[in-house]
């Protein structure tokens, strides 16, 4: 009976190896684990900083590209301008004019209506001061279009503080 003793009764140097054996199971799960978890945390910072990167870039793109400006917005004269020109010889001579202001402000299209009879007596008055041989060539349009367009703006800063108008277009010159 002794033997059967002996296989019940361990010493006390087999019994805390039975208990270390258990423990150093447990290591290498938790080795793993800590592992998985490192590999997981230096995954996401990847993961995130190329995104930020990527963000980063697109911003950069965008930046890099021109931006469009606001689409235009004409305002026609109506109706066209006729005036008798100075220092005709052999007869009157007439200018027939259609002219559009254009704009890419909706505000200064509205103050630009709200303006059109001011508008119309000054351009008159530019017009009539004209006569035939300064408006024969091309040179001579551009030349009363820079006046047109100057005397539109200096009324417009005169009542509302602004240009208010980009561009003045002849869309049809007339003489006779």
Request: proline share 6%.
């Amino acid at each position: 009976m002794a033997t059967a003793a002996d296989k019940n009764s361990r010493s006390p140097a087999q019994k805390s190896a039975a208990p270390a054996a258990k423990g150093g199971s447990k290591l290498p799960l938790i080795i793993s684990a800590v592992a998985v978890l490192a590999a997981a945390g230096a995954g996401g910072g990847w993961y995130w900083s190329s995104s930020k990167a990527a963000a980063a870039e697109h911003a950069a793109a965008a930046a890099a590209k021109p931006k469009l400006p606001a689409p235009a917005q004409y305002l026609a004269l109506e109706p066209p301008f006729v005036v008798n020109l100075n220092g005709a010889t052999g007869g009157p001579q007439y200018l027939q004019v259609e002219i559009q202001l254009m704009t890419r402000d909706a505000v200064a299209l509205s103050d630009l209506e709200r303006h059109a009879p001011a508008i119309r007596a000054r351009l008159l008055m530019l017009l009539a001061q004209q006569d035939a041989q300064g408006i024969a060539d091309r040179a001579g349009k551009e030349k009363l279009q820079a006046q047109a367009l100057a005397e539109v703006r200096k009324l417009m800063r005169a009542e509302t503080g602004k240009p208010g108008v980009e561009d003045l277009l002849f869309t049809s010159f007339v003489t006779q």
